[in-house]
């Protein structure tokens, strides 16, 4: 799976490019941005599900199985830069951008887990890391 974000934006048109290796050939596009997907991954589980996120501050969570059950989350106040799998929290994965909040979002529920308060954009996690280790913790919100 690629993305091609580029320095200027509208590089890649919105969509995340599915290929199969060895061979390279692309076996299909998944479209749903507006502006450049800056990552895409995969959740772990059953479901076959791909997860996009891109500079328009949207979510996209593909579902390959079952294309109803496709998504989008548009809470996000800033560009999107990453988002990570929580691989014991089958469904659930991290998002961070240039906001000052990291989000955990549920693909399963289609909602928040957690707000994180991380300063400074996405690399506001390593921040994070470094805050908790000197015993002062970031602020966390969750959601019900």
Not at 78 to 94: E, I, S, V
Not at 111 to 118: D, P
Not at 124 to 142: C, D, E, F, I, V
């Amino acid at each position: 799976m690629l993305v091609g974000a580029g320095f200027e934006g509208r590089r890649d048109h919105g969509v995340a490019k599915i290929l199969d290796f060895p061979g390279g050939c692309r076996v299909a596009e998944l479209p749903g941005h507006a502006d450049d997907a800056t990552e895409v991954i995969s959740l772990p589980g059953e479901r076959r599900r791909i997860v996009t996120v891109g500079l328009d501050r949207k979510v996209v969570v593909h579902d390959l199985s079952n294309p109803e059950q496709s998504w989008t989350w548009n809470g996000y106040s800033d560009y999107l830069n990453t988002c990570a799998a929580r691989l014991k929290h089958p469904g659930q994965f991290a998002i961070a951008g240039d906001s000052p909040f990291t989000f955990v979002l549920d693909a399963n529920t289609r909602s928040v887990v957690a707000q994180i308060e991380s300063p400074g954009d996405c690399n506001g996690l390593p921040k994070a890391m470094r805050t908790a280790q000197s015993r002062s913790w970031p602020s966390w919100r969750t959601f019900s």
